[in-house]
């Protein structure tokens, strides 16, 4: 399956749902922010929602700035 | 002197003085900054996580009782303020927002039309708004109108270190706007923040100048006393310039009845 995460094309090998792909692509969960095609998801329906081929997800958080 | 406290959208702050966390060479100089002004709000961005590197989290470094105003920097019209900023209150972090609407690279002046429309629909989501503009009294009545909670006009190109180049413009406002005015981009020294609130405008923010001194810290503390020395300043009534001398001592009626006229 192929998905592209913040602009970058990922392969994954299966299936899997938003909370196991914020656990193996960001160091911390916290604070981080999802938007999957244009929508965000909090982080409590990661777990329930699942990614299919051609996904655009956002992983998106907190950096200095004025 | 008594103050009365800064009040944003019905809270209050002692602190008169915000900062930016950009560019600052560490996270240990950002949180000894932070902790030596005094601040009680401070900017942060948001970016997307970069996937090769495992930064740490800014907010890590950021004390729990400070509100925290997430810019929208990267966005170049409206939508994309506007999708930032519904992206930062997701993150259960607060709703207060920078509305910051940039759209040329090389002087990186705010676009005032693109940030009243974002500020018209955020604020009619319940957002708290403080809207960054080129000062200028007719966007400042349209935020006004469009629910802005303060407005945040530039002092010079950000950055800059310039100070108030658009001193005359900010005055109008202060004159003229019934909301709390944050003088913000350019102020490159502690002098330049106090210049602003003897104006009378009710806070500064700065970050470049913080961020990039030798000593961060020292220099966080020197804005937040120069930013309350202001602030006496303008409480205590400010005498106006004098085009002439005015003696400060009595000239007469003592070696002679008057100063001898040219």
Known sequence: MNIIINGASQQLT????????????????????????????????WAQTSLKDGDALELVTFVGGG | MTDTPLVIAGKSFTSRFLLGTGK???????????????SEIVTVALRRIDLERHEENILEYIPPHVTLLTN??????????????????ASGCGNWVKIEVINDSKYLLPDNQETVKATQILAAEGFVVL?????DLYTARALVKAGAATIMPLGSFIGSNQG??????IQVLINE??????????????SQAAEAMEMGADAVLANTAVATAQNPAALAHAFALAVKA???????GLPQKNPMAK?????????YDDIPAN
């Open chain 2, 164 to 169: 108030l180049k658009t001193k005359e413009l």
């Open chain 2, 247 to 255: 003696a400060s001592s009595p000239l007469t009626g003592f070696l």
């Open chain 2, 230 to 236: 202001g602030r006496i300043a303008y409480l205590s």
């Open chain 2, 177 to 190: 706007i019934d909301l709390p005015i944050v003088v913000d981009a350019g102020i490159g020294a502690p």
């Open chain 2, 131 to 135: 809207p960054y503009i080129s000062p």
């Open chain 2, 24 to 38: 600052f060479k560490n996270k240990k100089d950002l949180s000894d900054s932070i902790e030596s002004c005094g």
């Open chain 1, 14 to 45: 299966s299936a899997k749902n938003l909370s196991d792909i914020v656990s193996s692509f960001c160091k911390h969960s916290k604070h981080v922010i999802t938007e999957l095609n244009g929508s965000i998801i909090p982080p409590d329906q």
């Open chain 2, 72 to 89: 929208t920097s990267g966005a170049r019209n409206a939508e994309e303020a506007v999708r930032i900023a519904r992206l930062a209150k």
